[in-house]
């Protein structure tokens, strides 16, 4: 299969036969840079003898992904060739146009001996809003910035001034060669151009870098150390490494937002002169967050523990590594709480929110405060029937074990855990969660022996926390 994010090529699955045989495959990318009014890049992908039959799915990518549209390659733009000369080629389409929408490309013939594909994609032309996850590839000073889903490309740098660098999902230094799954592919990331960096040199050995054009409005090498130093506590607190370390993509654009791919994660602060550092931290750290955590499941299934999990323990773990002050984790917790209590589709079902989650922001918050919320309510659930021996971490180690060992680590993972610990009436709990109805009020006992929770409106019902009066007990838990 092969899958497209806007602007670069996406993995390759294709018949059963690659499932099994796993096929080299070799990818060379020729970006031309030389004139800053037609950035392009050329590619030419070849699979080693993938034996697809007649009649079968050669390569597949996205037409749309989450509402940001790729390059769909119509008409003769994917061209595609084997040992026999051209290989004629049908497409068919699936999905909904303008949220989740793929392309399959089909053999009219079987292959014969090497296949190779070739086509040229291009930066993405806004026409309105840019709002949405950060898939697209962009133009930036000096350079493209974009999402990879391939192989890791061999880079023809011949088109291109003296000084371009390329950065990656998987660092610098190539051509390179490695073993991954076609997941990790598929979300990963690359830059090529005049690019600066955090360390400003690298070498082979890097295992943490960040990259960016144009220089952002924060201070870099300050956010940087932030970010490994929150990542290196996570990868303890988790017991996770990596074997391609982490890298983080800076990207400029006027709406804020960020989106977590494998290993890495791409940003753009943009252009509102009330963000503070503090905003920026906070944004970091949930996607950090995404790449530890991981919920194998439908996305109705699994968006809202997983966009809970990455709000809960981003915030938790900067506050229990003292990165943040107990006011300013108060503060944030009760910043994220309020978006739920005013949302106007706060009683969406789960399968409603993703009947199109991109289309409103209203509707794609909801996940991220359901998700917090249910958290924490487990969390001071666990502590009070374990007498403060379990929590809400005994359950996400629990999934990430699970995930260590090879194992199913989705929903009903998920519920067997919570019948493990907390019985039945856990799993009708959630699952009344998920329904949308009844608002989710906050649990006396969440968060710290510090806090407790306070109604503080009935039109909409709204709760907060606040600092207990007279509290001598250590906050951190």
């Known amino acids: 299969m092969l899958t497209h994010v806007r602007g670069l090529v996406l993995g390759l699955v294709a018949s059963a036969a690659l499932a099994t045989a796993s096929p ?19 590619a030419e992908m070849v699979i080693s003898a993938p034996n697809i039959g007649v009649n079968a799915t050669l390569v597949t990518m996205y037409l749309w992904v989450a509402g940001i549209p790729t390059q769909r390659y119509d008409g003769d733009a ?51 809003s840019e709002w949405g996850p950060l898939f697209d590839t962009r133009t930036q000073d000096g350079g493209l910035l974009g999402s990879m889903v391939t192989v890791l490309p061999s880079w023809d740098l011949s088109d291109t ?8 999902t998987f660092g610098e230094y ?3 060669t490695f073993d991954t799954v076609l997941q990790n592919l598929v979300f990963s990331l690359w830059a090529v151009g005049d690019i600066h960096s955090y360390p400003e040199v690298t070498t082979p050995d890097t295992d943490f870098a960040t990259y960016w054009f144009e220089e952002p409005t924060f201070n870099t090498s300050d956010v940087a150390g932030l970010i490994q130093n ?12 990596s074997d391609v370390g982490y890298h983080v ?36 750290a949930h996607e950090i967050s995404h790449n530890f955590l991981e919920f194998d499941d439908s996305v109705v299934n699994s968006t809202t523990i997983s966009e809970g999990w990455a709000e809960y323990y981003s915030m938790r773990l900067l506050w229990r590594s003292k990165m943040i002050t107990d006011q300013q984790y108060l503060d944030v917790m009760n910043n994220r709480v309020s978006y739920y209590y005013n949302d106007i589709y706060v009683n969406l079902t789960d399968t409603e929110v993703q009947d199109n989650p991109w289309g409103d ?21 666990m502590r009070e029937r374990h007498q403060g021996a379990k929590s809400v971490d005994t359950l996400t180690m629990g999934m990430i074990e699970r995930k260590k060992a090879g194992l199913s680590h989705g929903l009903e993972d998920w519920f067997n855990l919570l019948r493990e610990y907390l019985g039945e009436e856990a799993v009708d709990n959630y699952i009344e969660v998920a329904s949308g109805t009844p608002l989710l009020a906050l649990r006396q006992g969440t968060l710290s022996p510090c806090f407790e929770v306070v109604q503080t409106s009935e039109e909409p019902v709204a709760y907060q926390w606040q600092f207990k009066t007279g509290c001598n007990k250590s906050c951190i838990i």
Do not use: M
């Open 361 to 381: 922001l209203a509707v794609q918050k909801i996940p991220y405060g359901r998700g917090l919320i249910y958290l924490t309510n487990v969390d001071a659930e």
């Open 174 to 176: 190539f051509p390179k």
């Open 161 to 168: 001034p003296a000084n371009t660098r390329i950065a990656t």
């Open 230 to 241: 929150f990542y290196e506590n996570e990868c303890d607190f988790f017991n996770q490494t």
């Open 249 to 284: 993509f800076f990207r400029n654009q006027t709406s804020s937002g960020g989106t977590a791919f494998y290993e890495s994660f791409i940003y753009g602060p943009g252009s509102n002169p009330n963000t503070t550092s503090l905003d920026i931290e906070y944004v970091l």
């Open 78 to 128: 994917l061209q595609v060739s084997d040992a026999n000369g051209a290989l004629p080629l049908t497409t068919t389409e699936s999905g909904t146009e303008g949220v989740i929408q793929s392309r399959f490309w089909n053999t009219e013939r079987a292959t014969s001996g090497d296949v190779a594909l070739r086509f040229t994609f291009y930066p993405r032309v806004l026409n309105g």
């Open 24 to 42: 080299a495959i070799n990818v060379t990318f020729t970006p031309h840079l030389n004139d800053a009014s037609a950035y392009s890049v050329d």
